[in-house]
């Protein structure tokens, strides 16, 4: 169900490298979309489809057609809709809009259930995602290998960040721990805090935090049971 999570809200890392990716400002909520619309044609591609039109997307995630048009046209070489979006194209089109080959390197805080989780998923290359390290302050877990990373000391991380020039920090440690690490990244010259901790967190103005609420999801998605 996590693994789930993730492959359907990507559009939080693209929305955190916006500056550096996108010539135009793109809302969210299509971000999200088209990272569904990806999903979608990766399979169609697995099936050997060739072509796809906006009613077909549209019926898959059971939304408007014209709201499918109207996102496929933001997008660059995007093909024509008279037989159908030829599949390839409109995959390679979402992935230069949103910037998936434009690699965007990490680290995981907080070597727990959610951080190694989040590095035992396997297809966040295919997005951009080049997750380097984990770190954690537990002797317990230091020297632990996780999907063939080694979990590190944190107190490493400034130095290791500033070698691998890491644009991203994903924050996974208790509430409770929370701020005091994100101070602890702003410190190391981290700008990018992608948290999944149930915290509002206090950083500088040119720091940008997407929280990751994954309660409040599942809350929005069971309300009417």
């Known amino acids: ?43 169609y591609i697995e099936k050997k489809i060739e072509f796809i039109s906006s009613k077909q997307i549209a019926g898959l995630l059971n939304i408007d057609d014209s709201q499918v048009r109207k996102d496929i ?7 024509k809709n008279r037989v ?58 230091i020297g632990k290998v996780i999907n063939g990373m080694e979990i590190q000391d944190i107190k490493k991380l400034p130095e290791i960040a500033k070698k691998e020039e890491a644009d991203i920090a994903i924050l996974t440690v208790p509430a409770r721990y929370a701020q005091s690490t994100a101070d602890f990244l702003v410190n190391a010259n981290i700008k990018y805090i992608w948290n999944f901790a149930p915290v509002v967190l206090s950083v500088p103005s040119d720091v940008q935090v997407w929280n990751e609420n994954l309660m409040g999801n599942f809350l929005q998605f069971t309300y009417d049971i």
């Open 1 to 43: 169900m996590f693994l789930y999570y993730i492959k359907n809200n990507f559009n939080s890392i693209n929305v955190l490298c916006y500056n550096k990716t996108m010539e135009k400002k793109i809302s969210d909520k299509v971000i999200n979309r088209l990272t569904l619309y990806h999903c979608i044609l990766t399979d």
């Open 73 to 79: 046209n933001l997008l660059n070489n995007s093909g």
């Open 84 to 141: 159908g979006y030829i599949v390839k194209e409109l995959k390679i089109s979402i992935e230069k809009t949103l910037g998936f080959k434009k690699t965007k390197k990490a680290f995981i805080i907080g070597a727990g259930n959610l951080g190694t989780a989040i590095a035992n998923y396997g297809n966040f290359k295919d997005y951009g995602l080049n997750i380097l390290s984990l770190f954690d302050n537990s002797p317990e877990k």
